[in-house]
């Protein structure tokens, strides 16, 4: 009886510490999605020979962050009459879904709202200057390399510098943040690394 009761007493005192660490790798889960995303558009454009757009964009009603991955085609998209050509070029295509004559498609992304396991996951993109951005484009060439704009019709620069999505747990009642954060690194060579900050460094 001594050794049941033993057993349940360690046993609650290990549950919430145990739920804690489940809820903090949620957003190292994500951090491992979002960094998979960079470096999967980097190689569909590689091998495709097409230019291949990840855009960031957190606005009032998509608040924890989405993430959307098209390529750059030419053609009527959908049209099983007429095959959509790649284009190669970042700064040519008009990126807005629809558009025409040139167009891109959508091929994947990552939506964290209303997926019940980032359900306290919140995402942000920060410029090299440590900015906050509502919309981060990442825009790569059959070459590997790396354009970025922080408008969704601004123009794009070669990326020359580190821009960072930043991954955290929050609190769902007052969005003050918890734990320690994930960063994904875009780097200049167009390749995304996995970091971690405490959550004093990150703000």
Excluded: H
Aim: proline letters at 6%.
């Amino acid at each position: 009886m001594v050794v049941v009761i033993i057993i349940g007493a360690l046993a609650a005192l290990a549950i919430p510490t145990i739920s804690g660490q489940m809820r903090s790798r949620r957003a190292q889960f994500a951090a491992k999605e979002v960094s998979n995303l960079y470096r999967g558009a980097r190689m569909r454009a590689m091998g495709r020979g097409s230019a291949v757009l990840v855009r960031f964009d957190r606005t009032v009603d998509t608040d924890e962050g989405r993430f959307t991955v098209r390529e750059a085609v030419r053609g009527e998209v959908g049209n099983a009459a007429c095959d959509s050509m790649p284009v190669a070029s970042c700064t040519v295509p008009d990126w807005t879904p629809g558009a025409a004559p040139l167009q891109s498609q959508a091929i994947g992304g990552l939506t964290l709202k209303g997926r019940a396991e980032y359900e306290s996951i919140r995402a942000r993109a920060r410029n090299p200057g440590n900015t906050d951005q509502t919309v981060m484009d990442v825009c790569f060439t059959p070459m590997g390399r790396a354009f970025v704009r922080y408008a969704a019709n601004g123009p794009f620069t070669p990326l020359t510098a580190v821009p960072r999505v930043l991954l955290s747990r929050v609190d769902t009642g007052s969005g003050v943040p918890i734990g320690p954060v994930r960063w994904v690194l875009v780097l200049p060579n167009g390749s995304a690394r996995l970091g971690t900050a405490t959550l004093e460094a990150s703000l």
